[in-house]
């Protein structure tokens, strides 16, 4: 009796199955996940700044017509202008070179203004827009922090622990403190955090975080979408303003949906922005407002650093919108106004000769009627109502006279210097607009006849880009629109 061979293919199809089945009950046992990268995707660099050898020159207060109340004052963190940038850690690698194709040009706008600009509602809207049409060029600047109520991104949700305070360019003569942010987010605490989240993704090839380097200062951590990317030290022998630089480590560009920022250790951290470009193409529109500023506040920085502020940006287009407060300001002096408004074109073209400036005068605003002695108790409770004062079309609203000359007065300036003008109120009403906006079914500007409702913003950035996409294309067809990495 001969014994029958086994069949060599069944025999490995035994032997599969039994290995996968090891496999699957291996898996089971271990529950195994996929894990998010844990590997930093980035590479980091400090870039310092020289100090200046020149005495401080106090400032005087910036008028606030808006009445808008900013934060308290914390003590003093003196601190030196930048002169010129000196790498200090180790930069990043660079593949052999081939040979260079014509870059995409890149598109950089600033928007430096009041409240109407620190809301980011209008400029929001922009940056979508145009980020649509002409590509991501990142979320651009943002302020640290929450350091006052009308200061807020658009383009990230910012939150910070209850550690952080702030200080205020419009509240410090100690001008050389600032960057162009005009604010500085300080912690002394471990553990403290600010995190921007955004529920897209932004592309970048470069992050940007402004801080300073100081005798006893503290660590921060730095993570991108939750994975730790580096640890910088802000200790040293001198206080000195730096900027941390962020760069993707696999390929030219990134894209991140959350920074988040904790304190380690002991030692007081001072920082002032992040920023997120994508510099090598696609547009960035960046945002700096000051929630009751006049155009004085261009002027209030220290000459040094607002040059290399703005060298730094590069935008080939800057939008000053201001004119709100100086409106609503009865003491106005016309003459010195004017003067004020032309320094801060004289420094914002010293720095940069080349760029194009759009100036957006400001839209209607109207003040109320001043309450009087006795209105409210005190316990709250509301005196009987009055009757309604009717002395005119408007009722009890009243446009400031100077918001009016104001206008007259920017466009004066915008012809003599050449800018592109837009007024912003020659979409509103022509009489009474402020008023009848807030009035409308739903409203377009805000109870308080000054700042508009998001859908008012919204349909502001509509209109306003009909006057700035000119200005964009004719840019984007000059030699002066170049990538700005």
């Known amino acids: 009796m001969t014994r029958k061979r086994r069949k060599p293919l069944r025999f490995l199809l035994i032997a599969f199955i039994a290995a996968f089945c090891v ?6 046992l271990t529950d195994t996940h996929q894990l998010p990268e844990e590997t930093p995707r980035t ?11 020149q005495a401080e020159q106090p400032q005087a207060q910036q008028n606030m017509a808006e009445s808008e109340a900013m934060p308290d004052e914390t003590p003093p963190v ?3 202008p930048p002169r010129k940038l000196d790498p200090i850690e180790t930069p990043r690698k660079i593949p052999p070179q081939k040979k260079r194709v014509a870059a995409p040009k890149g598109i950089t706008i600033l ?14 809207e922009l940056r979508k827009q145009l980020q649509a049409k002409y590509g991501d060029g990142g979320a651009g600047y943002l302020i640290a922090g929450r350091p ?9 949700r910012i939150n910070a622990s209850q550690g952080w305070t702030y200080e205020a360019l419009q509240q410090s003569a100690e001008t050389s403190k600032f960057w162009l942010s005009g604010f500085n987010a300080i912690a002394k605490d471990e553990g403290e955090t600010i995190s921007f989240k955004s529920e897209t993704p932004f592309s970048f090839d470069r992050i940007e975080i402004q801080a300073l380097r100081q005798p006893k200062g ?15 030290p802000l200790a040293g022998d001198i206080r000195e303003p730096v900027v941390i630089q962020m760069l993707p480590e696999r390929a030219a560009t990134d894209r991140l949906r959350e920074i988040t920022i904790t304190t380690k250790g002991e030692g007081i951290v001072n920082l002032a922005s992040v920023a997120v470009y994508n510099r090598k193409a696609g547009l960035s529109y960046n945002s700096v407002g000051f929630p009751g500023a006049s155009v004085d506040i261009v002027n209030k920085f220290d000459e040094v650093i607002l040059e290399n502020e703005l060298k730094r ?20 002096e016309l003459d010195r106004y004017r003067q004020s408004y032309e320094r801060a074109i004289a420094k914002i073209r010293r720095a940069l000769p080349n760029v194009m400036i759009v100036m957006m005068a400001p839209p209607d ?7 009087e002695e006795g209105e409210n108790d005190k316990n709250g409770k509301k005196a009987p109502a009055k009757a309604a004062i009717d002395d005119g079309p408007c009722g009890e609203w009243k446009t400031p006279p100077n918001l009016n000359k104001v206008r007259e007065l920017q466009e004066q300036i915008a012809k003599r210097h050449k800018l592109v003008y837009w007024n912003w109120a020659s979409i509103m009403p022509a009489e009474c607009g402020a008023d009848r906006w807030a009035n409308m079914s739903p409203p377009l500007v805000a109870k308080d006849r000054v700042h508009f409702t998001t859908e008012g913003y919204r349909q502001t950035a509509v209109q306003f880009l009909k006057v700035l996409l000119p200005v964009i294309e004719q840019v984007r067809q000059s030699d002066n629109a170049v990538s700005n990495h």
Not at 43 to 53: D, L
Not at 111 to 124: E, K, L, R, Y
Not at 365 to 371: E, I, N, V
């Open 148 to 156: 006052h109520i009308g200061v807020r991104s658009s383009a990230f």
């Open 218 to 232: 503290g660590t921060i951590e730095i993570r991108i979408d939750g994975v730790l990317q580096s640890e910088v």
């Open 23 to 28: 496999g699957v009950i291996g898996a089971i």
């Open 43 to 53: 590479q980091t660099r400090v870039e310092s700044y020289h100090p200046k050898n």
């Open 313 to 332: 940006l590069s935008p080939q287009i800057v939008v000053l919108a201001f004119g709100t407060n100086e409106g609503f300001n009865e003491k106005l």
């Open 78 to 80: 003196p601190t030196l």
């Open 111 to 124: 928007q430096i203004g009041d409240s109407h600009t620190a809301a980011d509602f209008m400029t929001g």
């Open 365 to 371: 605003g109207a003040r109320g009627p001043k309450k």
